[in-house]
């Protein structure tokens, strides 16, 4: 069976997607095959170039039609257009992917949630870092015991990209497209993590702050005003009991893509960047301090895939990884994590956190 994708959206995460399509067959073999068949965007002379450059079939400009010619839907739009798209793919029972956050809102990641419950179909959303080698197996070494009990966790996730004042607006800086701004951007992924590796929170807090409120159209007819946050911050409880601190940034100087977390339990400890993506330093019970694992051998999660031991794997193959899990459920009607349910938890930590802001206190999730 080949499986007929549609995408909605061409941009970054659209190259990411359709280079991970391509790679498939050279890496997974048992992969099922895929087809893209629709690519669905606005502007039809972009639409088009782009549909050439991603190895797409045919162009639309309206999704509602398109999604009944897929069989797959890889929902790649601005957050505000996450809910009503992949609603309507799942209630005609096609699969969906989709970007995080799952959406702009609380309410509406609700309703998708609820749809995809209700639906035949598969429902996932686009947590890549879980499909990077290093922190899946710092998964297998939570779940095997090897730090003990989970005291803390900690996360960073830090960009500079809005540093210049000057940088340019975009619906990335619009509340009413994306809902916030480093917070569900950056601080969406920190928080999967913090809830794949340690559990479910039980209580925030949160602080957001916008550093520079105004910013030049891009259009260069004057300024548009940003009403999300530039950086974030925000404590944890978790319902086991370890704390949790997370923060995120698109105004750190001298930071590209630095996401990073730490674990410290009862026997051990671990530390991951993505400046250093296969590596884990890890200490455990009867060492001093902590050693640096390198995460490229074949027993390793995913990497029996890819390259001889030594060869570093990139940003880029976690995409690939996570759309072969997903494609894989899709053709078996296998389970699929992190699904929907996993992005409407993290949701209820990005409202939450918001709202702490707002009152100025703890939030019970």
């Not at 639309?60 to 809910?83: K, M, Q, S």
């Amino acid at each position: 069976m080949t499986l007929r994708i549609g995408f909605l959206g061409y941009g970054f995460m659209g190259r990411a997607h359709a280079n991970a399509l391509a790679r498939l067959p050279m890496f997974f073999p048992d992969a099922p095959e895929t087809e893209r068949r629709v690519l669905i965007g606005r502007d039809e002379s972009a639409l088009e170039t782009a549909a050439d450059r991603l190895g797409f079939a045919e162009t639309a400009t309206g999704w509602r039609e398109a999604i009944d010619d897929v069989d797959v839907l890889f929902n790649l739009a601005p957050n505000f257009l996450h809910a009503e798209p992949s609603i309507t793919a799942l209630e005609r029972d096609v699969h969906v992917l989709c970007e995080k956050p799952l959406a702009d809102e609380f309410d509406d990641a609700d309703r998708m949630a609820a749809t995809a419950a209700e639906s035949d179909a598969t429902a996932a959303i686009a947590f890549n870092y879980r499909f990077l080698p290093a922190v899946a197996r710092a998964k297998r070494l939570v779940e095997r015991g090897a730090l003990g009990e989970i005291r803390a966790f900690r996360g960073q996730y830090l960009q500079d990209w809005l540093l210049d004042p000057d940088a340019p607006w975009s619906w990335r800086l619009d509340a009413d497209l994306a809902g916030s701004g480093a917070l569900g951007d950056l601080g969406a992924h920190t928080l999967d993590l913090a809830r794949y590796l340690v559990g479910d929170v039980e209580r925030v807090s949160g602080h957001t702050r916008t550093f520079v409120e105004e910013r030049p159209d891009p259009e260069g007819d004057g300024t548009s005003a940003v009403t999300v946050d530039d950086a974030y911050s925000a404590q944890l409880a978790f319902e086991n009991g370890a704390m949790g601190s997370v923060e995120a940034s698109r105004v750190a100087p001298g930071r590209k893509n630095d996401h990073r977390l730490e674990l410290d339990g009862t026997e051990g400890a671990l530390r991951w960047s993505l400046e250093r993506p296969n590596e884990l330093l890890v200490r455990r019970a009867d060492a001093r301090g902590f050693e640096r694992e390198l995460v490229t051998e074949a027993e390793d999660p995913y990497v029996e895939h890819w390259w001889p031991p030594g060869h570093v794997l990139g940003w880029e193959h976690a995409i690939v990884n996570q759309d072969s899990e997903f494609l894989r459920a899709v053709a078996t009607d296998g389970a699929y994590d992190p699904d929907f349910e996993a992005g409407l938890a993290v949701q209820r930590l990005l409202d939450a956190i918001q709202r702490a802001d707002r009152d100025g206190r703890w939030v019970e999730i």
